[in-house]
């Protein structure tokens, strides 16, 4: 499971947010790897296409603004990306979506997305989530443990 976002940004710093709830509240099977990849995710997509082996399955955790309500989760396969972004640099969007493409087809690799519908991203640098982004982060985590098909077992 890959958290996505700039802490930096508000509600951008969602993914890396989902990471750190998972680590100090879940216990995490040895076979699942979290990993909080930040603003450099393309990097680690691009190393996992060239690899020898490829995990089974990677989820993608991110922020996104769809002009939907705040805090709604959207769950989303790779082809569900509207084709304006595919090629989207910006760090206030979706990962480059042919790089999962690519890990779906040519890799084999099943890819799910899950997003939340940001409250805001401010332009200016402002750590910290909103309300309703942070009231996702729990209902996000038990949605990655549904889609792993794992059970959840949290931390005491």
Not at 83 to 94: V, Y
Request: charged share 20%; net charge negative; glycine share 8%.
């Amino acid at each position: 499971m890959l958290g996505c976002g700039n802490i930096l940004f508000g509600d951008d710093g969602f993914g890396p947010a989902v990471v750190k709830h998972l680590q100090k509240n879940y216990a995490i099977p040895s076979n699942v790897g979290v990993l909080n990849a930040g603003t450099s995710v393309r990097n680690l997509l691009f190393t996992l296409i060239l690899s020898e082996k490829h995990p089974d399955k990677i989820i993608i955790v991110d922020a996104v603004d769809f002009g939907k309500e705040p805090g709604e989760i959207l769950e989303l396969d790779p082809s569900d990306i509207p084709r304006k972004k595919i090629d989207d640099f910006s760090m206030h969007q979706l990962p480059t979506s042919n790089l999962l493409n690519e890990l779906k087809e040519l890799c084999g690799v099943e890819v799910k997305i899950i997003c939340v519908q940001v409250q805001h991203i401010p332009k200016e640098v402002s750590t910290g989530l909103t309300k309703v982004i942070k009231a996702s982060i729990p209902k996000v985590c038990e949605l990655i443990f549904s889609l792993l098909q794992i059970p959840v077992t949290t931390i005491p």
